[in-house]
């Protein structure tokens, strides 16, 4: 009978020991799995928004799956370096976030500017209001319309320092409408301007 209560001990430990090693496996692998899925959401801030701080970037990603509020909070750091990129003449900043459609009329802008001698001054206060108005998916293709209303001070001035347009002191509130695109199964991160829209009959 000894034997037999012996037999049983072993058998019950061996039980433990098993579940305790599944818990352990199931534990790190998680925590293993975390850490792969952190560091991958650096490298994409990096690549996509460079100039965002990263502490708050990472929460603007979400690699699997489409979230409209995080959506909205990279959508918003988008347009500013857009915005401020274009009046820099920034072409590699443009490059990176539009589509080739939206980055050659970007261009064609800033190559009129620049063989008329006219200089862009601007500054982006900030962005009042953010919303998404429409999302439009097509298996893994995603295309979001997104209103924003920002304010700028926005002057361009001529070789003479004539002013063109705009004012250097007059605050300006911009509605712009702008489309994102993405295809959430490709490996690029980034989702690209596709499409631009001034509202200037919208109110604020």
Known sequence: MNDNFGYIDIVLLAIVAGIIILRLRNVLGKGAEDSAVRAKKTIVVDAQFEDVNPSKAEENINLKE???????????????????????????????????????????????????????????????????????????FYTVKTRFVSEIISCVKDANNNIIEGSPEEIQTVN??????????SDDPTWHLTEIAQDVHAKE
Do not use: C, H
């Open 66 to 140: 489409f979230k409209e509020e995080t959506f909205l909070k990279g959508a918003q750091a988008a347009y500013e370096m857009i915005v401020n990129a274009f009046a820099a003449a920034d072409k590699k900043t443009l490059k990176d976030l539009t589509s080739p459609e939206v980055y050659k009329s970007f261009v064609d802008v800033l190559d009129e500017r620049k063989n008329k001698k006219y200089v862009n001054q601007f500054t982006f206060i900030g962005i009042k209001k953010a919303k998404i108005e429409n999302v439009d998916k097509k298996d893994s």
């Open 176 to 185: 712009d409408v702008w489309s994102f695109s993405r295809d959430l199964n």
